[in-house]
């Protein structure tokens, strides 16, 4: 069964300047590069020709260095910031067809937005920063309170639901930030660097926190950040951006064992492949292996294609015989030391 697209993005663009229109044909016809176009026209190119698409339940990471054009981009999907070209699809609503008043009922039903900085009202309690788009609704008071102490249980603040921002840990001020983005039940959350203002520490434990709300919830997610370690531990795919430009997507161990130029090998470099990669990467296909060893021992260890780097490991630490890859029933590859070591050292898929 085909799983649903909910986000279409397609050949978006984002110029900053006094003429984006005109740069923008000038970069089709004359190729220009993003230093050209500040040195040449005075303007800057923020996202260039950006296009992927997002399906139901996904949490899709969009990772970059500062300046990559990521949280420019994620703006576009509300119309925070208004694309200079291209086409965004939401739950199959054009997004840049809606007028200001649609655009404002789109924002508060179907799309929440958690900010890194937080963005909660010092003047309200905990609860009522987490039942203002219910307020913005107009839904009836004792309704929305209702609501939003549910969603304050949800992410365990329910005690906390009196108290005001400033007397909460920046933890805590991040899960009021993310119960006030959910307290709508939007269909899609988009989400800006929202742990990275803090401690390590903290941060894991609401990485940990976030990926067990979303196998609840199972919202589409946007995730925007800068560290490649916390997009591998959240997201099902990551898109890498660079000069405004995805210069690839796909899942943590697509990235990792074939990065699509030296820039995004740079990046992932230093990521531990021992829980990215899994057994289908690294095997050789049964029948390639058969050809050249025509029998195989009979106490062989059996995993499963998805089986981590690390438990690989394990199992030929203690055993000096290949390891079986099945699909189900199916034994469909061998794993040897020597395919373990290659894939540690070199990080390259076994041919």
């Keep these: 069964?085909?799983?649903?697209?909910?986000?279409?993005?397609?050949?978006?663009?984002?110029?900053?300047?006094?003429?984006?229109?005109?740069?923008?044909?000038?970069?089709?016809?004359?190729?220009?590069?993003?230093?050209?176009?500040?040195?040449?026209?005075?303007?800057?190119?923020?996202?260039?020709?950006?296009?992927?698409?997002?399906?139901?339940?996904?949490?899709?990471?969009?990772?970059?260095?500062?300046?990559?054009?990521?949280s420019t981009l994620v703006r576009h999907f509300n119309r925070l910031l208004e694309p200079t070209?291209?086409?965004?699809?939401?739950?199959?609503?054009?997004?840049?067809?809606?007028?200001?008043?649609?655009?404002?009922?789109?924002?508060?039903?179907?799309?929440?937005?958690?900010?890194?900085?937080?963005?909660?009202?010092?003047?309200?309690?905990?609860?009522?920063?987490?039942?203002?788009?219910?307020?913005?609704?107009?839904?009836?008071?004792?309704?929305?309170?209702?609501?939003?102490?549910?969603?304050?249980?949800?992410?365990?603040?329910?005690?906390?639901?009196?108290?005001?921002?400033?007397?909460?840990?920046?933890?805590?001020?991040?899960?009021?930030?993310?119960?006030?983005?959910?307290?709508?039940?939007?269909?899609?959350?988009?989400?800006?660097?929202?742990?990275s203002a803090l401690d390590p520490l903290i941060r894991r434990q609401l990485q940990d926190e976030f990926i067990g709300l979303s196998k609840v919830l199972k919202k589409t997610t946007i995730f925007i950040t800068h560290d490649l370690d916390e997009a591998v531990r959240i997201g099902d795919r990551i898109a890498i951006m660079r000069d405004g430009k995805m210069v690839q997507m796909g899942t943590a161990e697509d990235i990792v064992m074939n990065p699509a130029d030296d820039y995004v090998a740079d990046f992932v470099a230093g990521i531990s492949r021992l829980k990215v990669v899994h057994a289908h990467a690294v095997m050789q296909p049964l029948e390639g292996y058969l050809a050249d060893c025509t029998t195989l021992p009979a106490d062989l260890n059996r995993v499963g294609a998805d089986e981590n780097l690390s438990t690989l490991i394990n199992l030929a630490i203690d055993n000096d015989n290949p390891i079986l890859v099945a699909d189900g029933a199916k034994d469909i590859g061998v794993i040897t030391r020597k395919d373990l070591l290659r894939t540690v050292i070199e990080g390259t898929e076994v041919s």
């Design 1 to 70: 069964m085909t799983q649903e697209t909910v986000i279409e993005i397609s050949n978006v663009w984002k110029i900053f300047g006094a003429n984006p229109d005109i740069t923008l044909k000038a970069i089709r016809e004359r190729g220009l590069s993003k230093a050209q176009v500040l040195a040449e026209l005075n303007a800057a190119v923020g996202v260039a020709d950006v296009s992927f698409d997002v399906k139901r339940g996904e949490i899709f990471c969009i990772m970059g260095l500062s300046g990559s054009g990521k």
């Design 85 to 195: 070209d291209g086409k965004i699809i939401i739950e199959g609503v054009d997004v840049m067809a809606l007028s200001p008043r649609e655009l404002q009922k789109f924002r508060n039903e179907k799309i929440g937005m958690v900010f890194q900085n937080f963005a909660l009202m010092p003047h309200r309690s905990v609860l009522d920063n987490v039942a203002l788009p219910l307020e913005i609704r107009k839904v009836p008071k004792n309704e929305r309170m209702r609501q939003a102490a549910a969603i304050l249980d949800i992410v365990e603040l329910g005690p906390w639901g009196a108290k005001f921002a400033h007397e909460l840990s920046g933890g805590m001020q991040q899960r009021v930030g993310l119960a006030r983005a959910l307290a709508a039940n939007p269909d899609v959350l988009l989400m800006d660097e929202p742990f």
